[in-house]
């Protein structure tokens, strides 16, 4: 069996992606660019009818590094470990893994997410 998906990492492109999902029949899967710094997926995507029928991807869930970045200098917030993260790695991929449309995430193996 053959699969057909479509992909793409920028927010600007989801309304775009949804018009497609809506004309084309037979797509399962979508590919898109979601985490907790970048949340336009779940308006425009993954909350909308659309991602029933619908595999989801979701790509940089740690913005390239940047969200390790923002939070260099702090400290895991105690309500964390209420959901069993022990760093801030496990928070934002468990983040992205809570949204009930996701199926997966990928990342760039050249993130340590320790």
């Not at 979601?34 to 989801?56: C, K």
Request: aromatic share 8%.
């Amino acid at each position: 069996m053959r699969y057909i998906g479509i992909t793409h990492y920028t927010t600007g492109a989801l309304p775009e992606l949804a018009r497609i999902l809506r004309a084309e029949t037979g797509i399962a899967f979508v590919q898109l660019g979601y985490s907790l710094a970048a949340r336009a997926a779940e308006t425009e995507l993954l909350r909308s009818p659309l991602s029933a029928a619908l595999r989801v991807i979701a790509n940089q869930p740690l913005e390239r590094g940047d969200l390790f970045r923002r939070v260099r200098r702090h400290a895991l917030p105690d309500w964390a470990r209420e959901f069993d993260c022990a760093s801030w790695a496990q928070l934002f991929l468990k983040y992205v893994l809570a949204e009930p449309a996701v199926t997966c995430v990928i990342r760039r193996p050249a993130i340590p997410i320790t």
